[in-house]
């Protein structure tokens, strides 16, 4: 699976950004999704996960109830939805994809093995 991700850019406080993740060379269907980000002398962090069919998803404290995970299998694609974008926000977000037809629980990160090459978002305050 090849990930490729999109849709950073600048974006101002309080703002939203849609970040998407377009997969090929295999369908998403059996592939729990994640979003994770890193920014600059941090390590990797979690920030949002789906899984095959869109029924489960799990969010990183730090974005709960501003961040929305969503995905169109049809189209091989996951998105990010970020609203209320803070300074803390700003980071290089990566996709990821783990094979997990079951689907049913929240994969760490190690076990996520085809990585997108990562898209800045940059928030300004």
């Known amino acids: 699976v090849q990930l490729q991700a999109s849709g950073g850019g600048l974006v101002q406080a309080g703002g939203s950004l849609r970040v998407s993740c377009l997969a090929s060379?295999?369908?998403?269907?059996?592939?729990?999704m994640g979003w994770f980000r890193q920014a600059p002398g941090t390590e990797r962090e979690f920030v949002a996960a789906?899984?095959?069919?869109?029924?489960?998803?799990w969010y990183g404290d730090s974005v709960k109830g501003r961040f929305t995970i969503s995905r169109d299998n049809a189209k091989n694609t996951v998105n990010l939805q970020m609203n209320s974008l803070k300074a803390e926000d700003a980071a290089v977000y990566y996709c990821?994809?783990?094979?997990?037809?079951?689907?049913?629980?929240?994969?760490?990160?190690?076990?996520?093995?085809?990585w997108g090459q990562g898209t800045q978002v940059t928030v300004s305050s």
């Open positions: 990821a994809a783990t094979y997990d037809p079951s689907g049913g629980r929240l994969r760490p990160i190690d076990e996520y093995k085809y």
């Open positions: 060379g295999d369908t998403l269907r059996n592939y729990n």
């Open positions: 789906i899984n095959w069919n869109g029924i489960r998803t």
